[in-house]
């Protein structure tokens, strides 16, 4: 097996993803992939760079079927023996005046943002090679979020002890709360997208967490991060960074150098590690 570098990133056939991408084809020693859901627009931004002079590959990657994930992970260990960056961009929002039933919103915004990046981790975080480099797009909306939490749910988000399945069940607790329309009376906060994106930054704590206990020598740097206000798609056209810009911050952690010893299971913006 050749001893190629790899990287991957979710959900990056356009938007930061995109431009995350196009960074790692300038910088990363190894190969690049695009992923997406939909192999017509993964292809196109293939093309794309190649436009630009660039060279990524591609893989299918839909970060909700469980299917997809696990092909992706066969591919990996079959052509790669693993993987060496890992960046789980991919991610969904709401608009804010979409008139879907808030309860629908939490669910189908939870499934892909924390259930479905969740699972990408399951699958992969186990390829990941010595040196490694992880990094979860998480949000700032996280944080204001986390503030608008019950004090009993903020304690339980910030603490250094809670195990991934306590997440999980907390994150399952708030989408049925909303089906109940007791959400707010139970301590959560009005925003799907922010309770999906405290879901990805506990994650990442914890999953940082327990590479310390069971591959410390391994020196993997997992991060959560924040792109700042881009404008993509998603948050639209008044946002002030570009997506290249956007990609500054996910880019660095992607390229921690090998001595580097932080940073690792924080939750950073504009390269600078935040308070959780
Ligand atoms: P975007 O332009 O809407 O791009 C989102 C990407 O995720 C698209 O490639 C989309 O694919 C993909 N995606 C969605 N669901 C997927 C699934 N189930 N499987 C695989 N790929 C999927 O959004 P963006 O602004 O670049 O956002 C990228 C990340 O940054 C997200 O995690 C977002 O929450 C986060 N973020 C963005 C901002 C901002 O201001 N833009 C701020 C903070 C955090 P399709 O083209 O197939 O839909």
Redesign the pocket.
Known sequence: MPNVPVAVV????????FSIVRALCHQFPGDVYVT???PG?GQEAVKKLQEEGLHALFHQ????DLQSIRALRDFLKEKYGGLDVLVN?????FKVHDTTPFAVQAEVTLK??FF?TRNVCTELLPLVKPYGRVVN?S???SRLALGRCSGELQQKFRSDTITEDELVELMTKFVEDTKKNVHEKEGWPNTAYGVS?IGVTVLSRIQARMLNEKRKDDHILLNAC?????R????GPK?PKS?DE?AETPVYLALLPSNADGPHGQFVSEKTVQTW
Do not use: Q
């Not at 979710?10 to 993803?17: E, L, P, Q």
């Not at 961009?89 to 929002?93: L, M, S, V």
């Not at 924040?226 to 881009?230: E, H, N, R, S």
């Open positions: 979710t959900g990056s056939n356009k938007g930061i993803g997406a859901r939909d627009r990657l839909d970060i909700d961009n991919a991610g969904i929002a892909t943002n479905g797009v949000s700032m909306v994106k924040c792109p700042g206000w881009v993509t798609d998603m948050a946002a997506p956007g």
